[in-house]
């Protein structure tokens, strides 16, 4: 019966510690930071102490010093990092107030991002008349997010007294810019333009452009059949179809990778910006084989603990109180419990990861090894998900002060990306996609053709004919071929 009343109690209190540490796992040190600050303002059991301990001995340290017990056991080789945590103040450095009224913040000299319609327009205006550069700018501000032009030609045509042909033609430039496609009237019409483009410098499938104009919504593999039946043709041959658009084509081409940027409507465009990093990842000293010092943010200087002073005064509360403060103390008890829950599992986590990525931290993207989260929660005997928030939204700042995000640990194409925008920009002719899939594989890389568009585009790296129109167009192409590509 003891058991039977006890475990109601204790199943409450497991799960609420595990709830907080898990959402404290998530937190950035400036997000973790803000929240220790706000339960310090409301909850009078919490206390901020002006000592700090070592995370892994809890000896109390002196002047912010490394921890001499464990720095000597955690650094003993080269390869093993020494990980320690680090005040909020070591981290974040105040900026200094100028003295001069009339100073600017630095943002207001940032560069700013080039839009779409003046990376079309810094293409086609030097093919333009002058007169007609006016018309120009009306059509490419008049295009959406997706590409497309949102008004009608002759709508354009009235406004500005001219005929209709004229607006047409120069649509017909705009279309055929990088993007390609972009200012057509639709997913089919983009998709016509860049298979037009498509066809000066590779093979197109047979019946590709009728399979087009027979409708977008055809050319999902869910309808194959009804496609195969509208152009009279064997299933196999209508998906290869498919397949060849799909790999070769966009119908969206205002999301497109263009310039050296990615369009803001694009997930993977968009960019992360860490103003604080939650770990700096330094060298020892200047030696080649030294140990790496990892230093873990932490979101204040000094110890935070449960008040003793509040845990006596408990014991003598007013019973209209009492509920209250019992339940403040409990919070406060959680509350540091879980934050050292937290430190100890990244601290771990930290330990691992620099010790597997040491040759990616010290020289540079190329030497990153695969791994997966799955697998380090495995080796460190935690759940996937609790991987997963430890890792999620931190930022690292490596020896060469780069910030970077923590995630970029497991990214497992890297490496290969790496090395495909080296090989690009050492191309003494344009190489096309298969041709590169063919070195990677002669470099250890095995990867398909279309994986290398992928990382292409991931990378924002324009695809083989318009690199070789825009980049190099000294150097031609025909004669080599698919077969020509020499490991």
């Known amino acids: 019966m003891l058991l039977q009343n006890q475990r109601p109690q204790l199943r409450p209190q497991t799960t609420a510690h595990l709830a907080q540490t898990m959402a404290l796992l998530e937190l950035t040190v400036e997000e973790l930071h803000q929240k220790v600050e706000a339960e310090l303002a409301r909850n009078p059991a919490l206390e901020l102490i002006d000592e700090f301990r070592c995370p892994t001995c809890h000896k109390i340290l002196h002047n912010k010093q490394l921890c001499p017990t464990c720095t000597n056991t955690m650094g003993g080789s080269p390869d093993q990092p020494i990980v320690y945590l680090s005040s909020h103040e070591d981290f974040f450095v105040k900026p200094r107030i100028s003295s001069y009224s009339n100073d600017l913040p630095d943002d207001n000299f940032a560069p700013d991002r080039e839009t779409l319609p003046a990376y079309i327009l810094r293409q086609v205006g030097p093919d333009l008349h002058v007169d007609d550069r006016q018309i120009a700018v009306h059509i490419l501000t008049a295009i959406d997010e997706d590409g497309f032009l949102t008004i009608k030609p002759l709508e354009i045509a009235l406004y500005h007294h001219v005929p209709l042909s004229r607006v047409e033609k120069i649509i017909h430039l705009i279309q055929h810019a990088d993007p390609i496609g972009v200012g057509s009237a639709g997913p089919k019409d983009a998709l016509l333009v860049q298979l037009e483009v498509l066809s000066e410098h590779l093979a197109i499938p047979h019946l590709a452009e009728k399979a087009i104009l027979a409708g977008i919504e055809l050319l999902s593999p869910h309808h194959l059949p009804e496609l195969a039946r509208h152009l009279n043709i ?43 990093p939650d770990v700096i990842i330094s060298r020892a000293t200047e030696e080649e084989n030294t140990p790496l010092v990892v230093e873990i943010a932490m979101p204040f200087y000094g110890s935070l603990r449960v008040n003793p002073l509040f845990r006596e005064a408990l014991q003598e509360a007013p019973i209209e109180k009492s509920e209250l403060w019992q339940e403040d103390l409990e919070q406060a008890t959680l509350l540091v419990k879980c934050l050292q829950q937290r430190n100890h599992t990244i601290v771990r986590l930290m330990q691992t990861l620099v010790v597997k990525q040491r040759d990616f931290i010290l020289y540079g993207d190329a030497y990153l090894k695969p791994i997966t989260r799955a697998d380090l929660a495995d080796e460190l005997e935690v759940h996937e998900s609790t991987m997963s928030r430890a890792v999620s939204d931190k930022a690292v700042q490596l020896p060469n002060r780069r910030i970077i995000p923590l995630s970029m640990f497991f990214d497992r194409s890297l490496h290969i990306r790496t090395v495909l925008k080296q090989l690009i ?55 080599h071929n698919e077969q020509s590509v020499a490991v």
């Not at 063919?438 to 990378?459: D, H, N, Q």
């Open 234 to 276: 064997p299933a196999s041959q209508a998906k290869e179809i498919v397949r060849f658009i799909s790999d070769n084509l966009n119908p969206f081409p205002g999301r497109a990778h263009w310039g050296d940027q990615t369009n803001a409507g694009s997930s993977e465009g968009q960019e992360n910006t860490y103003h604080f």
């Open 425 to 479: 920009e050492q191309e003494t002719y344009t190489l096309s996609d298969s041709q590169i899939a063919v070195l990677l594989l002669g470099m250890g890389f095995p990867v398909a053709r279309r994986t290398v568009a992928k990382y292409r585009s991931i990378e924002g790296i324009l695809p083989a004919h318009l690199r070789n129109r825009s980049y190099k167009p000294h150097l031609m192409l025909p004669q």
